[in-house]
């Protein structure tokens, strides 16, 4: 081996061994850097259901590098859980789970813990996604629609229901819910992209389980 490849070696091992920020793509394609990535944080509050007119109703806060984004972010409305959590208060960061649509545990269930946790809609039950985000130690979950809502109202949105009936699942069996103790959202997809768009993502492709999106 010649010397050059050996420096190249040690310099590759001592980044990976005492600068635990940077992954591999990130160091391959030398065009993220971590200064760059500014995370986004939202708040989840139930005393914001309780303004709302609608039982189920829920504003949250969305912002990007903020301290504060029950004060200084931006409004999305979705639907709480009918039979999750009633009361409480989250705010943190927001972390896309791998598989994104969460037809499994979590892949990256060290960087969902403590955050809230982004999950797409697909063919899991809603409430699996969540028990898999509560199992990794999240403290929240957000769940973005399809496609499948008709509309930004909520007037109907298949299996998860509609906002007249208090919040999304609520035929869901009590069996499947009564585990849960973390908040959970579920939003329309055009409040997912706003979400999305604001967030520094990658693209991976996981076999068996297709192309995902990560956070850098």
Request: hydrophobic fraction near 40%.
């Amino acid at each position: 081996m010649s010397t050059p490849r050996i420096r190249g070696f040690v310099l590759a091992f001592f980044l990976f061994a005492f600068v635990p920020s940077l992954s591999i793509s990130n160091l391959v394609a030398g065009q993220v850097h971590e200064e760059e990535v500014q995370p986004v944080y939202m708040s989840l509050h139930s005393k914001q259901t309780r303004r709302n007119q609608h039982k189920g109703l829920m504003t949250v806060e969305i912002c990007k590098n903020c301290v504060d984004p029950s004060s200084e972010g931006s409004h999305i409305e979705g639907l709480n859980a009918y039979q999750g959590p009633q009361d409480f208060a989250v705010q943190s960061e927001i972390v896309y789970a791998i598989p994104n649509d969460g037809s499994r545990a979590p892949m990256n269930r060290g960087q969902l813990e403590g955050k809230i946790a982004l999950f797409d809609r697909g063919t899991v039950a809603l409430v699996e996604k969540v028990l898999h985000a509560q199992n990794a130690g999240a403290l929240g979950v957000v769940l973005i629609d399809d496609g499948t809502c008709t509309d930004e109202k909520f007037t109907h949105c298949g299996m998860a229901g509609r906002l007249s009936d208090g919040g999304f699942a609520r035929n869901d069996m009590f069996d499947k819910w009564k585990n849960v103790k973390i908040p959970a959202l579920f939003i329309t997809e055009m409040s997912g992209q706003r979400i999305l768009n604001l967030m520094h993502l990658e693209s991976i492709h996981i076999p068996g389980y297709g192309d995902h999106w990560k956070n850098v």
